[in-house]
């Protein structure tokens, strides 16, 4: 694993604890994890990825499942989350990095031809934007960004909850996306019965 100097925060010290049982836990509201991975393998093949906010790197290993001959690359805040993930995800083409996402991460002359975000996006308070932008950096022209994440609940005590725990709830990312991306794919959905809702968004990457 290659690691970068990142500095202490408070969602570092948040995923101090939730890293021991995020596995166990997030299933239960984590939706469309799934989803948005099958839904990029019905549009593209990519050989070159990059998921930020790769946790434990469950992702990850979905990621190798559906694209065998790819390159995957993990970045985390967390060294809690990435020590996991070096043991789930044991494979000399997936490379892990401990940093921010606030600038791209390729250095050579090609990009990524995919750019994962799983319930990553909301968290970046403030640096969403940055994020979304560097990842328009990393990929290649034609290449695809993947965004699966929460978006919003009527709920003004459950959006304040949510923030207590990192997470920005008001349909924020959607408009961005889209005006940085040609959309593929743009949906919400309804979790818990309208409690809250979740986006996926698929966008390529035009001039």
């Known amino acids: 694993m290659n690691a970068a100097a ?3 925060t408070a969602l570092e010290r948040y995923y101090q604890f939730h890293s021991r049982i995020y596995d166990a836990t997030r299933w239960s509201f984590l939706f469309g994890r799934e989803e948005i991975l099958r839904r990029v393998a019905r549009v593209a093949s990519p050989r070159r990825i990059l998921e930020v906010g790769c946790g434990t790197g469950r992702n990850l290993a979905g990621l190798r499942k559906r694209f065998k001959e790819a390159r995957i690359t993990g970045v985390d805040l967390s060294d809690q989350m990435l020590a996991i993930a070096a043991q789930k995800v044991r494979d000399d083409q997936i490379t892990l990095l401990r ?8 250095t050579g002359r090609k990009g990524f031809d995919l750019v ?3 319930y990553a996006l909301s968290m970046f308070n403030p640096g969403w934007e940055q994020a979304i932008d560097a ?3 990393d990929l290649d022209e ?7 994440d929460f978006s919003h609940s009527r709920f003004s005590w459950f959006r304040r909850w949510m923030g207590v725990n990192h997470v920005r709830m008001e349909g924020h990312l959607w408009p961005y996306l889209g005006r940085r991306f040609m959309p593929l794919l743009d949906e919400r959905f309804s979790a818990y019965g309208g409690v809250w809702s979740y986006g996926i968004f698929i966008g390529r990457k035009q001039a």
């Open 99 to 106: 940093r921010a996402y606030s600038a791209p991460v390729h």
């Open 116 to 118: 994962l975000f799983s």
């Open 6 to 8: 990142a500095p202490n």
């Open 142 to 148: 034609g290449g695809l960004i993947a965004v699966v």
């Open 135 to 137: 990842a328009w950096n």
